[in-house]
């Protein structure tokens, strides 16, 4: 079975994948420095031979080839070879080159479209399944031309700019569609049996890593949580403690399109909301591994808070280090998941530096509190809240709309300047014929209104169409 692989990139600046944040994000820091240690004391044993007998062409090749032989560029690709030969997607060598990307943090302001991506590597195609040759969409990023133009979780992009990406790894994907400021860049979405194109504009994209508020005429606290990296935490008490502080009664803790991070992270938020001694996560890895198995319990923190009612919401973009989040409230009955399911990575890559560069490798399944592998199916909700799904039809139709329109859309705009949902609602009325549900067009100018505003002005939440988030309030409201 072709095993696909996971690299959620957020094309902005540079590429992240969810299994790396930093040097590392599916594991931690000591985690790293032991995989290091150990690495340093591999002594070469069963596959001696083989070196041996590749000593031995390379001599002959070096004294007969005519041309010189670059032997920096010999070790790399063998490096690589070793990899590829794992069979496992997840698992890579990155060199110093590729792995200056990956040492980018998150927080601040970048230029590209704003999305998190998965790419199979182009030695697992499988030409009858589109999703093992195209780039995938894991979730658009608030904030960026993606999110705008409507891109969504599930699309497959086939065409940047005319050209293919069937033969491009997750690195080059990231990099052709990453962009530059200003300069139009049009990608071919391929979505159900529909196929289109979307010209977007990569601009700065500014990626808080999380945003808390007490929701308008309402006791419930709200945090959104865009990625886990090794601040996250510490800034998610921050908030914690100032929405308690201001007397919320219920809480939201918003999951969407978070593609991950680092492990950690979420383990730590967990802690805040869990009893000491419940289980938060398991480790599971091959039989006979040199590593051992283990379980992550919750211990006394200062911090916590046992009694306060809290909601997960979760859509297909909620990968990773949140659904260990997810899973570890869910299961142990200290919050109700509403939304709809998760993407299902349930898989632990561990990183090492190597040469310069870094590798990366699947070590373990992590397991929920009761055992369940999770993996390739996701995390269920409590509450389902499918997000709006569009029809072929409707999905030309609203691509079209957008594509020759786009005057009329800002021309609405500055007429009616006001963010509010009458407005929204009359220019949904004003459009009831193009073939393109009512809620799509709110949804559309919904969107248009908010990233027509600077960033610090713009709503950060939508009480109006954002149909998970009416029913998290509503829910917490009936809990009380």
Avoid: C
């Amino acid at each position: 079975m072709l095993k696909k692989t996971l690299l959620l990139l957020l094309i902005i600046f540079f590429s992240l994948s969810t299994v790396f944040a930093g040097a590392s994000s599916e594991n931690t820091s000591s985690k790293q420095a032991s995989t290091t240690s150990a690495l340093s004391q591999i002594q070469v044993t069963n596959i001696s031979g083989t070196l041996l007998g590749l000593n031995t062409l390379y001599q002959y090749l070096n004294q007969n080839f005519l041309y010189d032989i670059d032997i920096d560029k010999v070790d790399e690709e063998l490096t690589k070879a070793l990899f590829k030969a794992l069979n496992d997607p997840y698992s890579e060598y990155i060199t110093e080159e590729e792995s200056q990307e990956f040492n980018e943090d998150i927080s601040g302001t970048y230029v590209g479209i704003g999305t998190y991506l998965t790419k199979y590597s182009p030695a697992f195609i499988d030409w009858d399944k589109k999703e093992t040759y195209m780039v995938e969409i894991i979730a658009p990023f608030p904030g960026g031309p993606a999110d705008r133009a409507g891109i969504r979780s599930g699309d497959l992009i086939s065409h940047v700019n005319g050209d293919t990406v069937y033969d491009l790894t997750a690195n080059e994907a990231s990099k052709l569609i990453r962009g530059k400021k200003g300069e139009p860049i049009t990608l071919t979405i391929n979505r159900g049996n529909a196929v289109f194109d979307v010209t977007l504009y990569p601009e700065e994209v500014t990626t808080p890593n999380t945003t808390s508020l007490i929701i308008e005429n309402t006791d419930i606290g709200y945090i959104s949580i865009s990625t886990f990296n090794q601040k996250t935490h510490e800034l998610f008490s921050e908030d914690l403690k100032k929405l308690m502080n201001n007397g919320i009664k219920g809480l939201i803790i918003d999951l969407r399109n978070n593609g991950g991070g680092i492990v950690d992270s979420a383990i730590m938020i967990a802690n805040f909301f869990l009893p000491e001694g419940e289980t938060i996560m398991s480790i599971q890895h091959k039989d006979g591994s040199s590593k051992q198995d283990y379980s992550t319990i919750s211990n006394n923190d200062t911090r916590k808070v046992l009694n306060l009612p809290i909601v997960i919401l979760t859509n297909n973009g909620t990968a990773s280090a949140s659904e260990i989040l997810t899973a570890a409230l869910q299961e142990n009955e200290r919050a109700t998941v509403i939304g709809s399911p998760s993407f299902g990575k349930g898989i632990i890559q561990e990183s090492a530096v190597w040469k310069n560069g870094y590798i990366k490798f699947t070590s373990a399944y992590y397991l929920t509190p009761k055992g369940n592998n999770i993996h390739k199916k996701g995390i269920t909700p409590d509450i389902i809240v499918e997000e709006h799904q569009y029809s072929d039809e409707e999905i030309k139709a609203y691509y079209n709309f957008v594509e020759n329109n786009k005057d009329e859309i800002t021309s609405y705009i500055k007429t009616h300047p006001e963010y509010t949902k009458e407005n929204m609602d009359g220019f949904a009325a004003a459009h009831n014929n193009i073939g393109v549900s009512d809620i799509a067009l709110k949804l559309l100018i919904r969107n248009e209104y908010i990233y027509s505003m600077p960033y610090e002005e713009r709503p950060k939440v939508d009480t109006n169409y954002d149909n998970a988030l009416i029913e998290a309030i509503n829910y917490l409201q009936g809990e009380k």
